[in-house]
């Protein structure tokens, strides 16, 4: 398993637990096992994305802390702050792209004429104005349903990128709970992606270091509501999708010690993926019914 990607070896080592698990005297876990053990086979051939199987999520002993249900006729602009202003790869980010829409965040992204910066590409993205270390992060949402821009549930420390920072992670990481890109393949349409990024791993000064976690399946992502979460603990971080957990990791030298920024995004491609798109009829949105965080 040495020569498979991370996400391809563990979802191997998955279908196996569940396996032990099954034949130990957990016979409800059989079922679960073959599933696993058929999608892991797939991941490896084709690298295909898969269904979190994990344990589901316990709350016990955590609270509410915030909440937004975005019911108001306006942004909170003192709970929430607008991020980019201005250029971001081949387009634009711009706060015009944020509304309130029948009780949903509503971030969309399409080719404007007169936008704010002139003719071009337009998306949004936004941050809790409070930053926040550890604890269960979720948010019920629509994931934009066209090619090119991508929608992000994520969380950054202010030097993930820098290893005398981010000291391998410990000193804050950016936690992509999800980012999802409609592919239009289907083999991979309908999945989110985790991934990890920080700098300093095992003491490496340059660059940063990534692991991919996984692509995992949610239920018709694009139409319907999902909910994503990641349970950030003193020891590792745990990812769920409705629910269910799909995959947790302590990647680097350890989980992120400082409090980081919650965001919401639907990104900008590079130039070269948005010159595949149609400037008259292109549009897509990332829909947020709500967000929660417990501690």
């Not at 792209?97 to 998306?123: F, H, K, M, P, T």
């Not at 957990?245 to 680097?252: D, K, N, Q």
Request: aromatic fraction near 14%; charged fraction near 25%; proline fraction near 2%.
């Amino acid at each position: 398993m040495n020569k498979l990607a991370y996400r391809q070896s563990e979802s191997l080592r998955t279908a196996a637990r569940l396996f032990k698990q099954a034949f130990s005297g957990n016979f409800a876990k059989l079922g679960i096992a073959l599933l696993a053990l058929v999608e892991a086979l797939c991941c490896v051939i084709f690298d295909t994305p898969l269904t979190p199987v994990g344990e589901p999520l316990d709350l016990s002993g955590y609270e509410l802390v915030f909440e937004d249900e975005f019911e108001a006729e306006e942004l909170d602009l003192d709970v929430w702050k607008y991020r980019v202003q201005g250029k971001r790869r081949g387009g634009y980010f711009n706060k015009s792209q944020i509304s309130l829409r029948d009780g949903n965040l509503v971030i969309a992204a399409e080719y404007l004429e007169d936008g704010a910066y002139g003719a071009g590409w337009y998306a949004a993205d936004l941050a809790l104005n409070k930053r926040y270390k550890e604890g269960y992060f979720e948010i019920r949402a629509i994931c934009n349903g066209a090619p090119g821009f991508w929608s992000a549930f994520w969380l950054q420390a202010s030097h993930p990128y820098e290893a005398e920072y981010s000291k391998g992670g410990v000193g804050g990481c950016e936690i992509d709970i999800i980012e999802s890109s409609y592919e239009g393949s289907f083999l991979n349409e309908g999945c989110v992606n985790t991934t990890l990024h920080c700098a300093g791993v095992d003491g490496v000064q340059e660059g940063f270091q990534s692991r991919i976690l996984g692509s995992y399946k949610g239920k018709n992502i694009f139409e319907e509501y999902n909910t994503y979460g990641l349970k950030w603990t003193e020891d590792e971080y745990i990812f769920y999708i409705n629910g269910v957990e799909s995959c947790r990791s302590s990647f680097g030298n350890g989980v992120s010690q400082v409090e980081e920024d919650v965001i919401l995004s639907l990104c900008v491609p590079e130039a070269d993926k948005l010159n595949e798109l149609d400037k008259e009829t292109y549009y897509s949105e990332f829909v947020v019914d709500y967000i929660r965080i417990y501690q």
